[in-house]
């Protein structure tokens, strides 16, 4: 193969991610709405009215058998299977077990659709990555860019899904391949856009929640500094007073997800493409995110210098 021939390859590689990861998103959307619609017996409009709208029963035996379902689906699975980790598969370049997987992510889509509080963000980042595999296992695609791939239809299928074309290239780089390579950083941007742009029929090409008309004060930016030592040490936290509840809400919420993810820039610009806010908002997240990352990232340092040496 030439080297014209292996650059039409792998370009023509990085759109076939792109749309089949864009697929996977467009699919795990579907399938979500289907559910929460069976679950809480409604036809239209957002899933918050159709819950505001079930009966008490539905309510309480729609996530309970669901999430049972998908809980006895969980256990046979892993009495019959290993379930692998996608971040682990595709660094150290091993083939997928594409069934395990499979049914590993629909039973997480089961769970979100009943009602589980998990997010759906796994699921898609599954399929991505499953359907692109199955796609260039058997091509002439070199190991290295094979790698960049999958971990780039990871991070597209989250962008997908969510909306988050940023947020899916910072996951991507920053947390499936921890890369910063040109070429890695190329691929991320591409296939992050073209998977968000295949759903746009779906998703109408807007935020996962919309920001509501609301105010912030400096008392959002004084929560953003509260939260970092707070997310670090207990998850989250929430202060009263007149400010904004979602701009608070929204800043711990990032704090957090830097601190899970061990991704700060990536836990604000995720949680800012949730639902656009106002640019300052965007600052008040960067700030909790990092801070609280970096608090955490100071209370290991001085725990790791406390523990002594062991001979």
Known sequence: MTRIQQYVTFAAAILVTGVLSGIAGGFTTLVVKAIEHLVYGYEQGPLLTGVKDASIERRLLGPAIGCALAGMGWWLLRRKATVPNLTEQIRAGSPFEHGP??????????????????????????????????????GSIPPAHRQILLGSAAGAGLAAVYNV??????????????????????????????????????????????????????????????????????????????????????????????????????AAVFTAELTHPPLEVWVFLLVAAIGA???????????????PAEH
């Open 165 to 266: 074309p940023a947020a899916g290239v910072l996951f991507a780089l920053g947390i499936i391949l921890r890369s910063w390579r040109p070429l890695a950083v190329l691929v991320a941007v591409a296939t992050s856009c073209i998977a968000t742009v295949t759903v746009w029929p779906i998703s109408h090409g807007a935020p996962t929640f919309l920001w509501p008309e609301t105010h912030f004060t400096s008392k959002a930016f004084l929560f953003a500094l509260i939260a970092m030592p707070m997310a670090a040490l207990i998850g989250t936290a929430f202060n009263g007073g007149d400010a904004s509840v979602p701009t608070l809400g929204l800043i711990g919420g990032a704090a957090v997800l830097a601190i899970t993810q061990n991704a700060p820039v990536f």
């Open 101 to 138: 997987m499979g049914i590993d992510a629909l039973l997480q889509v089961l769970a979100v659709g009943s009602g589980a509080s998990l997010g759906r963000e796994q699921a898609p980042r599954l399929f991505a990555a499953s359907f692109t595999e199955l796609w260039i296992r058997h």
């Open 293 to 307: 990352h970096s608090v955490r990232a100071a209370v290991t340092r001085r725990r790791v210098a406390r523990t």
